[in-house]
């Protein structure tokens, strides 16, 4: 049990819920953009246990254009992890960072993933959780499998099928108690230049009996992720909500990072508490995310510009995490 929590720890794609039974939820997130931005489909398979111990397996399906959520459980003795990698069956279907076939009623998909770009890791900051990965008893873990890769395959819903070769994907996870008690997130690796991804979120975050408002971002550009994060030093400039747009001002000693979002259609999806998948979110995969990042010292534009197909997820009490 120790080395598969090992494996873990250092892996943050990997299944992370080794000797646990009870208050725990696991989930990985893949989202996909047809070539022609006609279609946006996240698939996110997981596993759910209460606080009585009770388990299910999971996959929920969201359709970003057309609105709607589907949430199929499974027997939690169908959701097989491996330990030393991230490979996942439940029941008949199969995931992992390179490919993914999924048969459900009114639903298959059977996609590839290739030039996947993860988030850097090392032996003292394993992924975007950086120094936290060490801290057991945060509510609420993140990893990022890829900012941005190439998508091939099919997806066949109520027997109309599909084509998604040469989209667009994202992939991330989450793990833990529960979501945080307020938080945003976004995503958008659709700017008009290809290569380029952007992830940001602001959540409150509980510790040791009180709480603080933490923050990852990571902006994919030539070639190299820009990091601003909690601990490293960035600082929280902005962070607002209306019912309209979401701003986000991020700043550290290299790099000014501004994110304005515009709202759209949200679709509700399942979440946990307490490790079971009882709360609701509201997503949308259709936002705008306008981007500006600046040279701190110089206060020149390095980039400027806007990202289609955005994941927004908005929730909470938000006078938590305004500033």
């Not at 490919?99 to 996609?111: N, Q, R, Y």
């Not at 820009?226 to 601990?231: A, D, L, N, P, R």
Request: glycine share 8%; net charge positive; aromatic share 12%.
């Amino acid at each position: 049990m120790l080395i598969k929590k090992l494996n873990a720890l250092f892996n943050p794609s990997h299944y992370h819920g080794w000797g646990k039974s009870k208050k725990y939820f696991e989930g990985w997130y893949y989202k996909n953009i047809s070539k022609d931005e006609k279609h946006a489909i996240a698939i996110i398979p997981g596993i759910a246990m209460d606080a009585e111990g009770k388990q299910q397996a999971f996959i929920q399906i969201l359709d970003g254009k057309n609105l709607t959520a589907q949430y199929h459980k499974f027997e939690a003795s169908e959701f097989k992890p491996r330990d030393d990698k991230f490979e996942l069956r439940i029941k008949d279907n199969f995931f992992s960072k390179e490919e993914l076939h999924v048969k459900l009623p009114g639903f298959e998909a059977d996609l590839k993933f290739k030039g996947l770009v993860p988030w850097p890791s090392n032996w003292y900051s394993p992924g975007i959780m950086g120094p936290f990965s060490f801290i057991p008893f945060m509510q609420c873990y993140h990893g990022i499998l890829s900012l941005d890769h190439q998508v091939d395959g099919k997806i066949k819903i109520n027997n109309t099928s599909f084509d998604f070769n040469q989209g667009r994907g994202y992939m991330e996870k989450d793990w833990g108690s529960s979501f945080p008690s307020a938080y945003i997130w976004m995503q958008s690796n659709h700017f008009e230049k290809e290569g380029i991804s952007l992830k940001a979120s602001v959540a409150k975050i509980p510790f040791m009996g009180t709480s603080f408002v933490g923050f990852i971002a990571g902006l994919y550009i030539d070639g190299k992720i820009i990091q601003f994060t909690t601990y490293n030093l960035t600082k929280l400039k902005k962070s607002f909500a209306d019912k309209n747009t979401v701003e986000i001002t991020l700043s550290n000693s290299k790099h000014n990072l501004n994110i304005r979002a515009e709202r759209s259609a949200t679709t509700s999806l399942a979440s946990p508490i307490l490790g079971f998948m009882d709360g609701r979110v509201e997503e949308s995969m259709t936002s705008i995310l306008h981007l500006e990042l600046k040279d701190q010292r110089s206060g020149k534009i390095i980039f400027k510009g806007s990202g289609r197909n955005a994941g927004l997820e908005v929730a909470g009490n938000l006078e938590e995490i305004l500033v």
